[in-house]
Antibody, heavy 115, light 107 residues
Framework: QVQLQESGPGLVKPSETLSLTCTVSGDSISSYYWSWIRQPPGKGLEWIGY???????SYNPSLKSRVTISVDTSKNEFSLNLTSVTAADTAVYFC?????????WGQGTLVSVSS | DIQLTQSPSFLSASVGDRVTITCRAS??????LAWYQQKPGKAPKLLIYAASTLQSGVPSRFSGSGSGTDFTLTISSLQPEDFATYYC?????????FGQGTKVEVK
């Protein structure tokens, strides 16, 4: 049974960097694409980007200048860095397996941007 | 970016009702469309992919249809556990995008 778990700070100050990690269990990260998707409170879903275990990435152009997704195969985890955050980046951040229609999701973690 | 517009945004229905949700794409996306169900505080759950293929384990009362720009999700007989928000997602071109959601509420 594939399980994904997001971890990281729940509060980030404006202009700082949001950093989250997704730990994968029950599956090898060296087999699939791995995605980040976010959802502002009370709003819809926004695709952030995905990474293949080789390190190949694809990002949403609306966030591309601020986003980096990386993978650590030795730890079976992948990470999200989002720089220069503002209140508009406040959201529940989900990690997920696959790059297209997604079956396996993390439970999501709320990250608030506030001073 | 391809825009997906769902209608209605809110829907009031009763148990046993037949419910239809529409998703319209701003340009043709062939059959590269998925549907998800999301309950409060939970991650989305995949219901349908490739416009009409039922994900394993999803009840057969859910069905999807359409291609090109117009798609529908149908729940043939609404059950208590189906009250939730539903999203469509296009996978035809990057960036993949989602509809704004349709909330199905108790009438």
């Amino acid at each position: 049974q594939v399980q994904l778990q997001e971890s990281g700070p729940g509060l980030v100050k404006p202009s700082e960097t949001l950093s989250l990690t997704c730990t994968v269990s029950g599956d090898s990260i060296s087999s699939y694409y791995w995605s980040w998707i976010r959802q502002p409170p009370g709003k819809g879903l926004e695709w952030i980007g995905y990474i293949y275990y080789t390190g190949s990435t694809s990002y949403n152009p609306s966030l591309k200048s601020r986003v980096t997704i990386s993978v650590d195969t030795s730890k079976n985890e992948f990470s999200l860095n989002l720089t220069s955050v503002t209140a508009a980046d406040t959201a529940v951040y989900f990690c997920a397996r696959d790059r297209k229609h997604i079956v396996y999701w993390g439970q999501g973690t709320l990250v608030s941007v506030s001073s | 970016d391809i825009q997906l517009t769902q209608s209605p945004s809110f829907l009031s229905a009763s148990v046993g009702d037949r419910v239809t949700i529409t998703c319209r794409a701003s340009q043709g996306i062939s059959s590269y469309l998925a549907w998800y169900q999301q309950k409060p505080g939970k991650a989305p759950k995949l219901l349908i992919y490739a416009a009409s293929t039922l994900q394993s384990g999803v009840p057969s009362r859910f069905s999807g249809s359409g291609s090109g720009t117009d798609f529908t999700l149908t729940i043939s007989s609404l059950q208590p556990e189906d009250f939730a928000t539903y999203y469509c997602q296009q996978l035809y071109s990057s960036p993949q995008t989602f509809g704004q959601g349709t909330k199905v509420e108790v009438k």
